[in-house]
């Protein structure tokens, strides 16, 4: 058990060693990629948080994503907040965003759930929309440069950027870890594989399955206001339900279930898109080959399928 | 210790429990019979909550808990294990009983009993529990069980399909828990098995418990057998 504790630390901390490095070896163009994708792996573990840990099919990520995109970027935009406490709004946002839809959403479950969070996430984007006055409608708006700048660095530049990409991206990972292998962590398992099990030994599923929600949706809403400020563009697009369905896809590829599965997942999809998108106009064709090939020969994911397969002790 | 009085309950429209008394006491095994579809298992979950009652009452040492929603149940001290073990199979032996224990926040000294009741558990916590053989796995449902500190242990056929080793193993646990001051309730088929552990024995029927009886005044031949298990 020690020892796999051990393994487990290296290994979480020596993928944070390799992407510090990554800025040093990488031309900027996938630096710049990299910083993105940490980001996109930030809000993927909170996705898997809900869905590959506590057996939360959730179609509406998108909202706590654009909750805590707009909350961040609305006050600066609006308000002339500083950038700090408009991040920590962001963070709050999804959280809250979360706890709201969930309180009514998980009264469902399966596919019910699913379309309930579906049916939130699609009136919160045409909220957006429709508020256009406010929040610069399908346009969205610019974070000036100026307001994202903090303590002094410069946010829009690369290497901070990307330094603050991998702060989040290692403390969402670790924060995950510790999370997962708490007692709470392992009675979100319990849900997830037996529901009217867990009842039994006394955990009520609607409050578990709540609290493993509204960390979902921090996870979300910082992953949303991070994006925002770090790249400098808040829009409705990232409302869209295509923003609920890229981290499920990220997390089946990677591996529901498993910490740095999201991070893998993200990476890989981002990469396919960006490389097919460059030879052929249906990227979308080559994704879902793709896609169909992980369901035929590693329906676990990439690092599912690592652990079934030998790596028994990843988390 | 607990009560079961006029309990009607079934799954939605259809009864399934009609006006059923029934009664386990402290440090006594107490059997429930009867064939198939009689409604044994049923009253396993009602008392658990996970079948709602339409009428009567569910008393734990002079408690109501008959409308407790079903999570606190266990936290009252009611334990179930129910028939197949329904294990968290991905997760290990040892997070299988820190789940258990966590429930009612039950620390080492709950974490030693178990293991010292089921030491082949204890050579086996890293192991995945969906990989545990059959009595392997029946051990660790009952041990997570056991986890919560129950007062009355609610045991559904925990010897079904084991080998004879393993059930004599499940019997001799059993009877140490009886000899701790343990209500158990056992829903059992096997008659030797009722006769060698059980201190009373439930006859049921239609939903109803139609007769008791002092399991020292039973044999295998008793007519009771033959009418309510027919055997």
Known sequence: ?315 | MIEVRALTAGYGPVTVLRDLNFRADAGQITCIMGRNGAGKSTLMKAIMGLVPASSGSIVLNGQDVTRLPAHQVPLQGIAYVPQGRRLFGPLTVAENIAIGLNARRKGQATRDFVLDLFPRLGERLEQVASTLSGGEQQMLAIARALCLEPQVLLLDEPTEGLQPSMIALIRDTILKLKASGMATVLVEQRVDAVLKMADRVAFMMHGRVEAEAEARDLTAASPQFQEFVGV
């Not at chain 1, 573990?45 to 939360?56: E, K, P």
């Not at chain 1, 002339?80 to 962001?90: K, R, S």
Request: include cysteine; charged fraction near 10%; aromatic fraction near 14%.
């Open chain 1, 1 to 315: 058990m020690k020892g796999e504790t051990g393994k487990i630390w290296t290994l979480h901390l020596a993928v944070i060693a390799a992407l510090f490095a990554a800025q040093f070896l990488l031309p900027q163009y996938h630096a710049t990629n990299l910083a993105r994708i940490m980001v996109l792996a930030v809000y993927a573990m909170g996705y898997n948080i809900a869905f590959g840990y506590t057996g939360l099919l959730s179609l509406g990520h998108a909202l706590f994503f654009a909750a805590g995109m707009y909350a961040m970027g609305l006050p600066i935009w609006q308000l002339e907040w500083l950038p700090v406490p408009a991040l920590i709004l962001g963070l709050v946002a999804g959280g809250v965003m979360a706890g709201a839809v969930g309180l009514l959403a998980l009264r469902t479950a399966g596919v019910s759930f699913m379309i309930v969070t579906l049916m939130f996430a699609q009136a919160g984007y045409l909220t957006l929309l429709y508020l256009n006055t406010w929040t610069g409608g399908d346009e969205g708006f610019v974070v000036e440069r100026a307001y994202r700048m903090i303590g002094g660095v410069d946010l829009a530049a690369d290497t901070p950027r990307y330094l603050a990409a991998l702060g989040l991206f290692s403390a969402g990972m670790l924060g995950c870890l510790w999370l997962v292998r708490s007692p709470f962590g392992r009675v979100m398992v319990a849900m997830r594989e037996n529901e009217e099990r867990s009842r039994m030994l006394g955990f009520n599923p609607f409050r578990v399955k709540l609290i493993a929600l509204v960390i979902s949706g921090l996870y979300a809403g910082v992953a949303g206001a991070a994006y925002g400020l770090l790249f400098g563009y808040v829009g409705a697009t990232f409302a869209t339900i295509q923003y609920s369905i890229l981290p499920m896809l990220y997390v089946l590829m990677g591996g529901a279930g498993t910490v740095l599965g999201p991070f893998l997942g993200a990476l890989a999809m981002f990469y396919l898109i960006d490389i097919a998108s460059g030879f052929t106009d249906a990227w979308l064709f080559v994704v879902g080959a793709a896609l169909v090939a992980l369901i035929l020969f590693a329906p676990k994911g990439i690092l599912g399928t690592l652990r079934e397969r030998g790596l028994k002790w990843l988390p």
